[in-house]
């Protein structure tokens, strides 16, 4: 289990995290999640002992990161993909990692099997590509066979049948009874894989619940309806004290309507559907939704001007 307490990290006068506190569960996958700036690496970092706290503390089962003998037998975590020596190969890399925390040296062969790169593991590193050191990054947080699990964007460079196999591990390890804990930006794929997320903005906590919370809780539900009786369905709504707006093509949009109800109302007053269906947010739109206001670098709304590469050259010179 990991516990974060009162976690603060100020640069200067930046202040990264602010008084975080949140615990991760075990046995699920928990999204760690938050806009560029939010604090995500930092906390990650913090928790590792990799950037030391203005205040606050991570335990880790109990204890601080520094407590822990043979760390690797505890927590094992992807920060950071291309984190080894080009020149050493992925078995040796694993190898001297094993050796420094008293794990079998069999280990090595094994999650090198496990990650699909026993035919490149006498290979060196440099060579690898994005997708290939992320798999040798998630061997690494394998080695000693951990009870937690930390990963930052573990898909990033990854082929579709990759990230279904990443997916798949994550789900499986929780399934276990381990503690998994991702920070991504891809909504769609932390969507098919988390089931509680932590999400936090300018440092600070903003959410702590399960998936289908966050979405219910942050995003905008109703039930959309196609029919070529629009004055009917319209009365028939009124009727029952429901309202009813009409969307870009044409359907209509009832919100937090019930579906069956509505469905019954319709074929009571004999109006024709050729659309019946509930709608509910998406990951990305309660996302957006929740840290709307937490975004530090944000984009002028308005649609920019085109600009020709000659432009660019003159706008270049005129900087430069």
């Known amino acids: 289990m990991i516990e974060v307490q009162d976690l603060t990290k100020r ?36 928790m590792l002992d990799l950037d030391r706290p203005t205040s606050g503390q991570v335990r880790i089962d109990g204890k ?15 920060l950071e993909a291309k984190a080894v020596h080009p020149g050493r190969t992925a078995h040796n890399h694993l190898l001297w990692l094993a050796a420094s925390n008293r794990i079998p040296a069999r280990r090595v062969d094994e999650v090198l099997a496990l990650v699909g790169l026993g035919a490149v593991a006498k290979k060196r590193s440099g060579g690898f590509s994005l997708g290939m050191g992320q798999r040798l990054g998630i061997a690494a947080a ?8 930390m990963f930052d964007e573990p898909v990033n460079g990854l082929d579709p049948e ?15 009874g381990r503690t998994v804990f991702v920070s991504s930006h891809l909504m769609s794929e932390m969507a098919l894989t988390a089931e509680h997320l932590i999400v936090i903005g300018r440092g600070r906590l903003l959410a702590d619940m399960a998936m289908n919370r966050f979405i219910d809780e942050n995003s905008r539900s109703f039930v959309r309806l196609r029919t070529p009786q629009p004055e009917q369905l319209l009365d028939a709504l009124s009727g029952a004290g429901m309202t ?45 939704r929740m840290t709307a206001e937490s975004v530090e670098y944000q984009t002028d709304s308005a ?18």
Do not use: C
């Open 11 to 46: 640069y200067g006068d930046k202040l990264a995290v602010d008084h975080l506190s949140f615990t991760v569960p075990q046995g699920v996958v928990t999204g760690f999640l938050g806009p560029n700036g939010a604090g995500k690496s930092t906390t990650m970092r913090m």
């Open 64 to 78: 601080k990161y520094g407590q822990l003998r043979q760390p690797l037998k505890y927590i094992g975590a992807l």
């Open 142 to 149: 394998l080695l000693g066979d951990p009870e937690i699990l």
């Open 162 to 176: 990759g990230i279904l196999w990443v997916r798949t591990l994550m789900k499986s390890l929780a399934a276990e």
């Open 244 to 288: 009813a707006g009409r969307d870009g093509d044409g359907a209509f949009e009832v919100e937090d309507g019930d579906m069956t109800r509505i469905g019954d109302l319709a074929a009571a007053h004999g109006v024709t559907l050729h659309e019946l269906s509930p709608q509910r947010a998406s990951l990305e739109e309660a996302f957006m």
């Open 303 to 320: 649609t920019p001007p085109e600009t020709t590469p000659q432009q660019w050259g003159a706008d270049w010179k005129k900087e430069g």
